[in-house]
């Protein structure tokens, strides 16, 4: 399927990046470790929030392409009804992977956190991947959110290593 995205919601998606941006590198600030780990949490909630919208993406697709229910004395097509479900379940993990992160959050495992949202992200791409093989996803919407996907992993990557490794950034 291929299908060309409005460009709102390429404008909309690259400004989806700044608070990813502004946010990780607010959570490496060595001026005042307090306000660190309030941005890193700040971070991974705007992650999860995220996480949760993908997910969105496909349960709206689930209902737009499942099929009205056939006749009491029809077949429904073993297709359909697989890519309705795929979509469905492929709609309910990354807002779960999201609220993980916010619970492993709450409970003072920030890093940890950090991880699990980069891991949702991964999972999410991978999973949108396959789907867009069987024809499932437009090939515009998988070119935004390769590119987007790419950037938010190899930036939340870094924030969280370079935590990990004591680095702060003084501002």
């Known amino acids: ?31 005042n470790p307090v306000r660190g780990a309030r ?12 996480l949760g919208f993908l997910g969105g993406v496909h349960w709206g697709l689930a209902v ?8 009491s004395d029809t077949v429904q097509p073993a297709g359909a009804f697989r890519t309705a479900r795929s979509h469905l379940l492929l709609g309910a993990a990354p807002p779960l992977i999201g609220w993980l992160a916010l ?5 003072n495992l920030a890093d940890v956190a950090l991880a699990v949202v980069i ?10 991947h396959q789907a867009h093989r069987t024809g499932a996803l437009p090939s515009g919407y ?30």
């Open 1 to 31: 399927m291929h299908r060309r995205l409005p460009n709102l919601a390429i404008l909309l998606g690259l400004a989806g990046l700044i608070p990813f941006i502004v946010f990780g590198l607010a959570a490496m600030s060595m001026a």
């Open 39 to 50: 941005m890193l949490a700040i971070l991974t909630a705007y992650g999860a929030v995220v």
């Open 64 to 71: 737009v392409t499942e099929p009205p229910a056939p006749p």
């Open 103 to 107: 619970l492993l959050a709450a409970f």
């Open 119 to 128: 891991g949702g992200y991964v999972a999410t791409i991978v999973a949108e």
């Open 142 to 171: 998988m070119w935004l959110r390769w590119g987007l996907s790419v950037v938010v992993v190899a930036w939340l990557v870094t924030v969280l290593v370079l935590r990990l490794l004591g680095a702060r950034m003084v501002f």
